[in-house]
């Protein structure tokens, strides 16, 4: 059963920065591709980044675009989210996923991760 661990929310004005920390056990790592989801109150989780599990390749929500950067290393079993320029509509809490890897392909949909970590609740005041 594969763990996660996330780390690093807190509460920041708009324009600071702020990095997540996963932390996973119980599994190789480097077999997992992952991911950074988030929910906002009231709003559906929806997809913000992910990473291949060689981290050869990454995809970004629109919405994060240019302001976040998603990094991985396989041999401290951790993946961060670096956020920058964070906004009011980025307050939300920030869940960390991982699914095993099949092809050097970003998976965005929520419904392909298996394994979800208990979120780390970030809020930004403007």
């Known amino acids: 059963q594969v763990q996660l661990v996330e780390s690093g929310g807190g509460l920041v004005q708009a324009g600071d920065s702020l990095r997540l920390s996963c932390a996973a056990s119980?599994?190789?790592?480097?077999?997992?591709?992952m991911s950074w989801f988030r929910q906002a109150p009231g709003k559906e989780r929806e997809f913000v980044s992910t990473?291949?599990?060689?981290?050869?390749?990454?995809a970004y929500a629109d919405s994060v675009k240019g302001r976040f950067i998603i990094s991985r290393d396989n041999a401290k079993d951790t993946v961060w989210l670096q956020m920058n320029s964070l906004k009011p509509e980025d307050t939300a809490v920030y869940y960390c996923?991982?699914?095993?890897?099949?092809?050097?392909?970003?998976?965005?949909?929520?419904?392909?991760?298996?394994?979800w970590g208990q979120g780390t609740q970030i809020a930004v005041s403007s």
């Open positions: 996923a991982a699914t095993l890897a099949c092809q050097e392909t970003p998976i965005t949909t929520m419904t392909s991760y298996v394994y």
């Open positions: 119980r599994c190789p790592f480097s077999n997992y591709d």
């Open positions: 990473i291949t599990w060689s981290g050869g390749s990454t």
